[in-house]
């Protein structure tokens, strides 16, 4: 059986050279071939003229392109948000969500097939964990918003009343990633990584360090690595709890890193890098969403460099809980200033096509 075809996304630019090399061509072809992946974004290789037919021939039966072919595509009720269905080789399928809000663009990127933290009120966790996606298949999730967001610029309501109506602003970018979609980021750490060092390639996407966000369950080895190999993205830890048994009913996953291991590495991440963390606390009526709940977080959390971000909770097949009132959200974030913590309350965007927080998910 022949091996299967590499795919062009897994590579940095200096692996890419190397491979070149080692078809004996020279590394010129391999930064040529770089910008044809991350500038012009061709979709053939037969448009890749300007590289020698030897490589090109190469290319053609040893790699692929490995773009993601939209299995279905839909867009909000009030225009901020797409979400993509896209088709990996071997017949799963992922999902990737568009937002285009607050004058910013950003892409919402999948990291599993699934998830195995099993989260009661998360879709992905609902459906169970599949497998981790290649590098590949999470840089070709950002390019493919990116080329979305170039080939629409300018048609939509969302973009009029962001103010980017004007030609200079055709050629919109993608600029934000968010690793918020299905799967846990920190379960699978090392595709992560090298997908955001790829991403961040100034010769090609060129994401800035500060346009990256990470979401984890608290998965404390993986929060320590971050520390240690000084990955200078935001941080967001999804916490919904106060105590060890409060947070152990929603989230499985304490039950490997309870609270105090978890709060022993984020004080740790927080000193060593010397940067700001944040923590998600869905909103869940009767659950956790009480004064006294909100004053444990805040006596949890107090003197810690943290914002909080509190997500009313949305709607998914597998738990019956509701978001609550807004009134309870505000609340609480009261009472969270009162121990110094800053917070915010995530708008509720694209929750009519499925594509709001905790809302990704695959029939397998
Ligand atoms: N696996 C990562 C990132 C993906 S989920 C994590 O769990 O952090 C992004 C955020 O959405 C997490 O804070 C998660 O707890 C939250 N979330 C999951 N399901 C949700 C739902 N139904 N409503 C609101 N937020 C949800
Ligand atoms: Fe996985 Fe995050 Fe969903 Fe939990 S909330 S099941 S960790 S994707």
Request: glycine share 8%; aromatic share 6%; charged share 20%.
């Amino acid at each position: 059986m022949a091996a299967a075809p590499l795919n062009l996304h897994d590579f940095t630019r200096s692996e890419l050279v190397a491979l070149v090399g080692a078809w004996d061509l020279s590394p010129v072809h391999a930064t040529r071939l770089w910008n044809y992946l991350y500038y012009e974004r061709v979709d053939n290789f037969a448009a890749m003229n300007e590289l020698p037919v030897r490589l090109r021939k190469r290319l053609e039966s040893e790699t692929t392109l490995g773009r993601l072919p939209v299995a279905r595509e839909t867009h909000s009720s009030d225009g901020f948000t797409r979400k993509y269905l896209l088709a990996l080789t071997d017949g799963h399928r992922i999902e990737t969500v568009l937002m285009r809000y607050t004058g910013r663009t950003t892409a919402c990127v999948s990291s599993q097939v699934g998830c195995a933290m099993g989260c009661v009120f998360c879709a992905t966790g609902q459906m169970g964990y599949t497998r981790h996606l290649t590098a590949g298949e999470i840089v070709a999730q950002a390019v493919h918003v990116d080329r979305v967001l170039r080939s629409t610029a300018a048609e939509t309501p969302a973009l009029a009343e962001a103010g980017h109506e004007s030609p200079h602003h055709r050629h919109e970018r993608l600029r934000n990633i968010v690793l918020m979609g299905m799967g846990e980021p920190l379960h699978n750490y090392d595709a992560v990584m090298k997908a955001i060092d790829i991403l961040r390639d100034p010769s090609g996407m060129a994401l800035g360090a500060k346009k990256i966000s990470l979401s984890t369950v608290g998965v404390v080895p993986g929060i320590i690595r971050l520390a240690d190999e000084r990955r200078p993205f935001h941080l967001a830890v999804s916490l919904h709890g106060a105590t060890q048994a409060e947070r152990l009913a929603l989230v499985p996953a304490a039950r490997a890193w309870p609270l105090d291991l978890l709060m022993e590495a984020c004080r740790y991440y927080v000193t060593k890098l010397e940067r700001r963390i944040f923590f998600e606390w869905t909103l869940i009526e009767g659950k956790n969403d009480s004064l006294g709940q909100a004053h444990a977080v805040g006596s949890l959390l107090k003197g810690m460099p943290a914002q909080v971000n509190l997500i009313p909770l949305n709607p998914t097949a597998g738990y019956t809980g509701v978001p609550g009132h807004q009134m309870a959200a505000r609340r609480f974030q009261e009472i969270l200033a009162g121990y110094g913590l800053p917070s915010t309350v995530r708008q509720r965007r694209g929750i009519d096509i499925g594509a709001g927080c905790g809302q990704l998910a695959v029939a397998e």
